[in-house]
């Protein structure tokens, strides 16, 4: 079981990371996640906290891989529908998005898909403070999320100062970020990973 041992930042990528990218590029969870996130896992499976949008699929790809998963739902009815379909050893949990309040541990990986721009600025902030407990010591949360800068009346903004500043309260660091454009005529996607890490 994982100890909650310090994980450095990798250089080159190890076997076992190669052949997570190569599972990667054979699955239906592709779109779901960034690479740059690889370089961010341990070298062995360990446990992570998987939230947002996908956490089905990102979890049940984890979970196959020996993972110890936990993934969260505000709806009851979600779980009943994706429990069936998923990996039995995913860890569900019934719980605010936000709060997290039946969530407990010490993760080695926290990944958040898209769902900061479903927050508020408060609540983005109060989730970062969450999930800095629930971290280890030498581990990370990624962000991943996506605006469309021709206008997205429905997306919430993201201060990535505002949560810079507020990360130092909370022992967490940025330690990596990267934006890439996506332009499907209508819609411009920029979308953004932000990486924290526990100090």
Request: aromatic residues 8%; charged residues 20%.
């Amino acid at each position: 079981m994982y100890s909650g041992s310090s994980i450095g930042l990798m250089e080159r990528e190890t076997p076992s990371q190669i052949a997570l990218a190569e599972g990667l590029a054979n699955s239906t969870t592709q779109k779901h996640i960034n690479n740059t996130w690889l370089k961010y896992l341990p070298e062995s499976p360990a446990m992570a906290l998987i939230l947002g949008k996908a956490n089905d699929e990102i979890a049940d790809w984890l979970a196959k891989k020996g993972w110890l998963v936990t993934t969260v739902e505000q709806e009851a009815q979600q779980i009943r529908k994706k429990r069936p379909v998923c990996h039995p050893s995913i860890n569900w949990r019934h719980d605010n998005l936000v709060e997290l309040a039946k969530v407990e541990g010490s993760y080695s990986t926290i990944l958040v898909n898209e769902l900061l721009t479903e927050l508020n600025n408060f609540d983005q902030v109060a989730l970062l403070e969450r999930l800095s407990s629930l971290v280890a010591t030498g581990t990370y949360i990624v962000f991943t999320f996506c605006s469309n800068l021709r206008n997205d009346p429905s997306s919430y903004p993201v201060r990535e100062s505002l949560l810079n500043d507020q990360a130092l309260a909370y022992s967490l660091q940025i330690v990596d970020r990267n934006t890439s454009l996506e332009d499907k005529g209508l819609q411009l996607l920029e979308w953004r990973t932000l990486v924290f890490k526990k100090l």
